[in-house]
C-alpha cells in the first residue's frame, strides 16, 4: 500500500507531461500549417507576379504595334495555368486590348487598374506595367484564385493527422516506457536485497564456521581431559619405571658394581615411553584447520591402539578387525577424534566392563548402503547397556545427552554426524537396550590413480 | 473546362480597325518606323554616346514620308531622341540607323549604298519593283503588318528582337 501511494504522484506527474507535449506538439503542428499556409500564399504570389511580367514582356511588341490579335494569343495562351481566372492586357492609352475569363467569373476590368498586388477574397490580384525601352507601353492585369480554405484544410490535414499520430506514439511508448522503468526499479531493488542477505549469510556461515572450529577444539580438549585420568595413571607408572630403574643404578653404582647397563636401558626405554606418549598427546590436542586426504582407516585407527587402549581403561577389553583396505577422503586429525569420542562413549555405555570391537570393512557397491557406489564402514561396536529408541532418535541432536551433569556436554555424537555428513560419508546407530549399540561412520571410497600412503 | 476568351475588345477604336481611311495607314506605318527602333539593337559603334540620337533617314516623297515628323516628333528610344532626315540621295557615308525609301522611288541603288552598314532599311510592298529591304510593309486583313529579312539583318550587324520577329507576318530566318 505504502509504495502504491509513493509511486502514485509520480504517474500523475508523468501523465501531465505526456499531455503537455502532447499539446505543444498540436500547437507546433498548427503553427507548422500557419506557416505552410503564409509560404503557399507568398509563393504564389510571386508566381502569379513572374507569370505577369512573362505576359507583359511577351505582349510589349504587341501593344507597341497595336497588334490586338497577336497579344490575345498570348493571354489565351495562359488559360493552360488553371490557378489563373482572368487576364487581360492594356494599352498606353489603358484601353484594354486582349484578354479572358472563365466561365462564372467576372472579366477583366475594361480600363487598366492601377499597378497594384494584392490578395483579397482568397485572389491574387496583379497589375503590372509592360516596359518597353525604359518606356511604359501598357500593363497586363492577372486574377488568381487560391485553393479553396477546403482543399488547403484537406493537405494541411495530412500535416496534422502526422502530429497526431506522433502524439499518440510518443503516448503509448512513454506509458511503455514507464511501466518499464518500474518494473526494473522493483527488479533492482529487489536484486540489491537479495545482494544484502547474501552477504549476510556468508557472514554468519563464516561466523559459524569459527563457533564449529572453537567447538572442535572443545571437544578435543574434552577427550584429552577424559584421557588424562589414564593417561596420568600410565604416565606415573613409567615414572616409576624410571625412578626404580635410577634407584637400583645408584645403588649398583655404590656397590662399584659395573653391570648397570641393564638399568640405565631399562630408563630410557621408560623416559622414550612417556616422551611417546605425551608427544601424541600433543599432537592430538593441537589445533589444526581441517584439511581431507586420502586415508586408510584400517591404519588410522592401528596407530591410535595406544591412546584407544589409555581412554579406554583396564576394565575394557578391545577388539580390532579391520578387514578395510580402501581409502577415504577425510581429515585424518579429526577422524582419530571422533574414533576416541565414539571409544570413550562405549567405554561410558560399559561401566562394569565389557567388549569394545572397532571394524573396518570394505563395501562393494552391491552391499553399500551409500547411494553412490563402494564405501568404507567403520563400526564402533560396545556390549555396554544400549539406548532406547527415544535416546538412539536423539542421540545426535546437540547438547542431548545421558550422562549426569559435568560428564559429557552432549555435543560428541552431534559433532561427529556433522564431522561425517561433511566429509560426504553416514552415520548409522544400531542400539538394543541392555545388549549394547553400534555405531558405524560410512564414507565414499576415495578412487585416484595414486594414493600416499602415509596417514 | 470552359473558357470565354473576350476578343472583342474595342476593336472600333483600333487603328487596323476595319477599312482605314488611306491616311490613317500612312500615320500608322510613320509610327512604325520608329517605333522599330525600340526592338533593334544596333552595334555600339553606331552610336557616339548613349544619348546620341537615332538617325531616321527618308529617301524620296510619298505619302509616309510626308506624315513622319510629325509622328516621331518628340518620341524618344531610351535616352535617345529621334531624329528624322530627309535625303535626296543616299551615300555611304549618310549617318542612318533607320532608312525609309519611299514607294516611288527604286529602292536597289540605296539599299546597295548600305549594304553592309548597320542600317535598319524599310520599304513598302506596294512599290513597283522589290528590293531587298530588311522590313517590308504589307496591309492584310485591312491591317498594317511588316515581313522581315533577318538574314539581311544579320549580314547588316542588327539584331531584330525576337517580339518584333513574332509580330511579323513572314520573317527570312538569319543563316
Not at chain 1, 498540436?26 to 504570389?45: H, N, P
Not at chain 1, 536485497?193 to 561466523?207: G, H, P, R, V
Not at chain 1, 554426524?417 to 546407530?429: E, H, K, P, T
Request: charged share 20%; aromatic share 6%.
Amino acid at each position: 500500500m505504502l509504495l502504491g501511494e509513493t509511486k502514485h504522484p509520480r504517474r500523475k506527474i508523468s501523465a501531465s507531461l505526456a499531455l503537455l507535449s502532447a499539446l505543444s506538439l498540436i500547437l507546433a503542428g498548427v503553427l507548422v500549417t500557419l506557416y505552410e499556409e503564409q509560404l503557399y500564399r507568398a509563393q504564389k504570389f510571386q508566381e502569379i507576379g513572374v507569370q505577369g511580367q512573362i505576359l507583359g514582356a511577351s505582349v510589349a511588341a504587341a501593344l507597341v504595334f497595336n497588334d490586338a490579335k497577336t497579344a490575345q494569343e498570348y493571354v489565351t495562351a495562359l488559360q493552360a495555368n488553371p490557378e489563373l481566372e482572368a487576364a487581360g492586357v492594356y494599352d498606353e492609352a489603358g484601353r484594354r486590348v486582349a484578354g479572358f475569363a472563365r466561365s462564372d467569373t467576372d472579366p477583366p476590368p475594361e480600363r487598366a487598374p492601377a499597378v497594384t498586388s494584392y490578395v483579397a477574397n482568397n485572389r491574387i490580384y496583379a497589375v503590372l506595367p509592360v516596359n518597353q525601352g525604359g518606356a511604359a507601353v501598357g500593363a497586363v492585369y492577372l486574377r488568381a484564385n487560391l485553393d479553396s480554405f477546403g482543399r488547403r484544410l484537406v493537405r494541411y490535414g495530412g500535416i496534422i493527422l502526422l502530429v497526431s499520430m506522433g502524439v499518440l506514439v510518443l503516448t503509448v511508448s512513454g506509458s511503455a516506457q514507464r511501466a518499464l522503468t518500474l518494473a526494473n526499479t522493483r527488479l533492482e531493488s529487489q536484486a540489491r536485497q537479495l545482494a544484502a542477505s547474501n552477504l549476510k549469510l556468508q557472514a554468519e556461515m563464516q561466523e559459524r564456521e569459527k563457533a564449529e572450529e572453537a567447538l572442535r577444539q572443545s571437544q578435543k580438549m574434552e577427550a584429552i581431559g577424559q584421557l588424562s585420568g589414564g593417561i596420568a595413571h600410565d604416565f606415573n607408572n613409567l615414572l616409576s619405571i624410571v625412578k626404580g630403574n635410577l634407584q637400583l643404578l645408584q645403588r649398583r653404582v655404590a656397590q662399584g658394581r659395573t653391570d648397570i647397563q641393564r638399568y640405565l636401558d631399562s630408563a630410557n626405554e621408560g623416559v622414550t615411553r612417556a616422551a611417546n606418549l605425551t608427544q601424541r598427546i600433543l599432537a592430538f590436542s593441537r589445533r589444526q584447520p581441517l584439511s581431507p586426504k586420502p586415508v586408510y582407516l584400517s591404519q588410522l585407527v592401528a596407530n591410535i591402539d595406544d591412546l584407544l587402549r589409555h581412554s579406554v581403561g583396564d576394565t575394557v577389553r578391545i577388539e580390532m578387525k579391520l578387514n578395510a583396505d580402501w581409502p577415504v577422503l577425510c581429515d585424518a586429525n579429526q577422524m582419530e577424534n571422533v574414533i576416541i569420542n565414539l571409544a570413550i562413549n562405549a567405554r561410558d555405555a560399559m561401566p562394569a566392563g565389557g567388549t569394545l570391537t572397532i571394524e573396518t570393512a570394505n563395501h562393494p557397491p552391491s552391499h553399500s548402503r551409500m547411494p553412490s557406489g563402494d564405501c568404507v564402514a567403520l563400526t564402533v561396536r560396545d556390549t555396554g547397556t544400549g539406548m532406547s529408541e527415544e535416546v538412539r532418535q536423539k542421540a545426535v541432536e546437540p547438547f542431548f545427552t545421558t550422562k549426569p551433569p559435568g560428564r559429557g556436554t552432549g555435543l560428541g555424537l552431534s559433532m561427529t554426524f556433522g564431522y561425517v555428513r561433511q566429509s560426504n560419508g553416514d552415520l548409522i546407530i544400531e542400539s538394543e537396550l541392555g545388549k549394547g549399540t553400534a555405531i558405524t561412520i560410512l564414507m565414499p571410497r576415495y578412487v585416484t590413480e595414486s594414493i600416499p600412503v602415509n596417514v | 473546362m470552359l473558357a470565354v476568351c473576350i476578343t472583342a475588345l474595342a476593336q472600333a477604336s483600333q487603328v487596323t480597325a476595319a477599312a482605314p481611311p488611306e491616311s490613317l495607314e500612312y500615320a500608322v506605318k510613320a509610327t512604325f518606323l520608329y517605333k522599330f527602333a525600340n526592338f533593334v539593337n544596333w552595334p555600339p559603334a553606331a552610336f557616339e554616346t548613349p544619348s546620341s540620337p537615332v538617325s531616321l533617314c527618308v529617301l524620296g516623297n510619298d505619302a509616309v514620308a510626308a506624315v513622319v515628323d510629325q509622328a516621331a516628333a518628340g518620341q524618344m528610344i531610351g535616352e535617345r531622341p529621334i531624329a528624322v532626315r530627309h535625303l535626296q540621295a543616299v551615300s555611304a557615308d549618310s549617318t542612318c540607323h533607320i532608312l525609309y525609301v519611299a514607294v516611288n522611288i527604286p529602292s536597289a541603288e540605296a539599299e546597295d549604298a548600305v549594304r553592309g552598314k548597320p542600317v535598319l532599311t524599310v520599304t513598302d510592298t506596294s512599290r513597283a519593283t522589290m528590293g531587298k529591304s530588311i522590313v517590308s510593309f504589307v496591309v492584310q486583313d485591312n491591317r498594317v503588318r511588316f515581313d522581315i529579312d533577318d538574314a539581311q539583318a544579320a549580314e547588316s550587324g542588327l539584331a531584330i528582337s525576337s517580339k518584333l520577329l513574332s509580330l511579323a507576318r513572314t520573317v527570312r530566318p538569319r543563316p
